[in-house]
C-alpha cells in the first residue's frame, strides 16, 4: 500500500506566469524583489509553480515508496526524508584491501598470511560501524602449501583472527554494518 502525501502543486495548469525564457531574464528572480517594489504575480505565480513542482514530485516519489509525507508535522516529514541516500550515504576503498559502505551496510576485503603458529590478527582498512557479523576466507591456490582447515573467530568491528593447519596467502571478505 503505497503512503500519503498531502502536497499540492501551485497553479497546475501554469496559468498567468512567466514562460522559461521571460523568467530566466527577470531582474526580480537574478537580483531579488526590491525594498518598495511590488512582486509581480506572473513572477511570484513562476517561482511557487517551480518550488512546488518540486516538492510535490520529491513527496509524490517518497508516497510511492511507502512513506507518509505530510506538512503537518516537520520532525515527522524530517524522518521521511532521512531515508534518501545520498553520497555521504555511500564510501568506498577501491584497492586489493578496502571496503564499500552504502547507508550502513558493509563489505571489506583483503588478504593476510597465515601461518601455523597460532592466530593472526587482520585488521580492517576501515572499522565497522556497528558490527562484524562474518568474515569468509580462502586460500590462495598459487601458494605451494595446502591448507586443509581455515578458521576465523575473534570478530570485532576492526579485525578479526583466523589461522590455520599450515601455512599460506588467504583472501577474505567480511560484511557488517
Excluded at 496559468?15 to 523568467?23: C, F, G, I, K, S
Excluded at 509581480?40 to 513542482?53: D, I, V
Excluded at 562484524?132 to 601458494?143: E, H, K, S
Amino acid at each position: 500500500m503505497p503512503g500519503t502525501n498531502n502536497f499540492l502543486q501551485w497553479n497546475p495548469t501554469a496559468a498567468n506566469q512567466e514562460n522559461d525564457t521571460a523568467y530566466a531574464a527577470d531582474s526580480a528572480r537574478s537580483g531579488g524583489a526590491g525594498t518598495g517594489s511590488i512582486f509581480q504575480s506572473q513572477t511570484a505565480n513562476k517561482l511557487f509553480f517551480q518550488l512546488s513542482t518540486t516538492v510535490v514530485a520529491l513527496a509524490g516519489m517518497m508516497a510511492a515508496k511507502n512513506y507518509n509525507m505530510s506538512d503537518a508535522n516537520i520532525t515527522n516529514l524530517q524522518t521521511a526524508l532521512t531515508n534518501i541516500l545520498t553520497n555521504a550515504d555511500v564510501s568506498a576503498t577501491w584497492a586489493a584491501t578496502g571496503h564499500f559502505r552504502l547507508a550502513g551496510f558493509e563489505i571489506k576485503w583483503g588478504q593476510t598470511s597465515i601461518f601455523d603458529t597460532g592466530p593472526v590478527t587482520v585488521a580492517f582498512d576501515a572499522p565497522f560501524q556497528n558490527v562484524c557479523y562474518a568474515v569468509m576466507l580462502t586460500q590462495n591456490f598459487n601458494i605451494s602449501t595446502v591448507t586443509r582447515q581455515w578458521e576465523v573467530g575473534n570478530l570485532t568491528i576492526n579485525n578479526f583472527q583466523a589461522r590455520n593447519d599450515g601455512s599460506g596467502q588467504a583472501y577474505f571478505i567480511a560484511i557488517g554494518h
